[in-house]
């Protein structure tokens, strides 16, 4: 009775936290968030679908690395969207930003009704994070690169939301952009679609960092040995509700 006991027991254990990744396309955006989904499992017992895009990325090359994955870890690919009335000189970043912005209906078709228990989106899809809100579970920012990017991204908007980008250019500012915790940038230092009012894609990069405030957390690739300064100035940020942790 009591081996029956404890069998039933067993079969009656809750499923695992199951986890939503979404990348964005291109093989340097989906192998990162594939070892991420990995780990998680592995390290963490989750359950975790990852979640790519169909339109840009070479099927084949996202079928290795997804195939790469344990057979515990599930994929999906969500269907494609038309892209056709964007402008012919469009530049890849800004179809890339439309892409996932246009994708996020048949994620919700995906997930909803499903018991996830977060979303986590690149740089790339945070658009996923209103989704995230929507459904009531944490939605995370996935930084494969360091907290300083996070830094920089946050800079930008907002040296521009305080008007600081007003005159077009930043690499036109007399002084370089301070970063919390950092050493200061040099604007010519600073990714084109990031310094340059006129690219296209400088639209979708402040509407990205924007978001970034109502996340409820980065997963980043880096450790406080690695950037004291760095994640230290978010820690006092995240202690102060100024921005979400990392």
Request: hydrophobic residues 45%; proline residues 10%.
């Amino acid at each position: 009775m009591a081996e029956a006991a404890t069998g039933a027991t067993d079969t009656s254990l809750p499923p695992p936290p199951h986890v939503v990744l979404l990348a964005s396309p291109g093989a340097g955006h989906l192998i990162p968030l594939a070892e991420l989904a990995r780990r998680l499992v592995s390290e963490h017992g989750f359950a975790v679908t990852v979640v790519t895009l169909a339109g840009l990325s070479g099927p084949s090359t996202d079928a290795a690395v997804l195939s790469s994955l344990p057979a515990s870890v599930a994929t999906a690919v969500l269907p494609p969207v038309a892209l056709d009335d964007l402008p012919a000189d469009i530049g890849f970043g800004s179809v890339m930003f439309e892409l996932v912005r246009r994708s996020v209906p048949h994620l919700r078709a995906l997930v909803v009704g499903s018991t996830t228990a977060a979303i986590v989106c690149d740089f790339f899809s945070t658009p996923a994070l209103a989704l995230a809100a929507e459904l009531g579970v944490p939605g995370y920012v996935f930084f494969p690169t360091s907290i300083s990017f996070i830094s920089v991204v946050r800079s930008v908007v907002e040296l521009h939301d305080g008007g600081g980008g007003a005159a077009g250019e930043y690499r036109d500012l007399p002084v370089p952009l301070a970063l919390p915790g950092c050493a200061p940038l040099r604007h010519g230092d600073i990714p084109d679609g990031f310094r340059d009012c006129a690219d296209p894609v400088y639209a979708y990069v402040l509407e990205e960092g924007r978001r970034y405030g109502g996340a409820d957390g980065f997963l980043v690739n880096s450790f406080p040995e690695l950037e004291p300064g760095a994640a230290e100035a978010f820690r006092r940020d995240a202690e102060n509700g100024a921005f979400p942790p990392c």
